[in-house]
């Protein structure tokens, strides 16, 4: 990891910085990175976000900032979110990743706001043909920047019960490619991954020392020393990391939902 964090000008180099701004979601995909099935409606509050966006354009600069869920067109303050992230000014592209199915009730103004978004197909449900030509049309009257990614293959990464060998989990933390492209805000902390917060609260237990409380005095020395760390996160015993075996893309039964195992 020596070197794949740069700090110039006293920030850290990254590729991308996510803000989940919702946990839940308008599907129910099995095996969701983001455990939006298992998790509660939840929305971060725009004034949090801009102050979690200041505290790290101190010590970090992600070419990316990705506004993600859950699904994020759940936001009942959506735009107020997205005009949070644009005067943040942290990054060079702001983007929004979507499965779809909201945007043709979006506004001119939420397209006029992005820089980039990224649309996430599914088998199951499939985007409707005349969604995807509308989104098409938005996106090249707005100049926004178009990313369909096709899904129909999850990885697998959750453990069916908590991993106690040290080795195993060095292992998965050292070869997972989430800790290099899905750094996260969340609650005032940056992560190295997505997973630790969700897992706080899904599982109600602590994982914030995973992360790296932002403040006043945080140091781009600091932050890069967490991100080149060795030691996996504590949340690397609930997970297979991204190099996980997949399996076909799913929606979740009615009443059907994992039991974590996590003695």
Known sequence: ?????????????T???????????NLRCASCCSLSPQLPKWEVEPAALADE????RRVIAPTWLKLVGGEPLLHSRLLECLEVA???????????????????????????MLDALTVSL??????PAATIQLIEEKAAQHHVRLNWKKQDQFVQM???????????????????????RCHMIRDGRFYACTRPAHFSKMLDEDFTADGVLLHEANTAEEIQ????????????????????PEAPHRQLKPGEERVRVTA
């Not at 943040?88 to 939420?110: M, Y």
């Not at 599914?122 to 985007?127: C, K, T």
């Not at 959750?158 to 290099?180: P, T």
């Open 1 to 13: 990891m020596k070197n794949v964090f740069p700090i110039v000008d006293g920030r850290v180099q």
């Open 15 to 25: 590729r991308s910085l996510e803000s989940h701004i919702v946990d839940h979601c």
């Open 53 to 56: 966006l200041r505290l790290a």
């Open 86 to 112: 644009k005067a943040a000014n942290i990054a060079t592209i702001v983007s929004v990743t979507t499965n779809g199915f909201l945007l043709p009730r979006q506004a001119d103004e939420f397209w006029e």
């Open 122 to 127: 599914y088998p199951q449900p499939a985007l």
């Open 158 to 180: 959750d453990r069916e019960e908590r991993c106690e060998d040290d080795a195993e989990n060095e292992a998965v933390w050292a070869a997972c490619w989430l800790r290099r």
């Open 225 to 244: 020393s967490y991100l080149q760390r060795s030691e996996p996160l504590e949340a690397c015993a609930l997970c297979l990391g991204g190099n996980a």
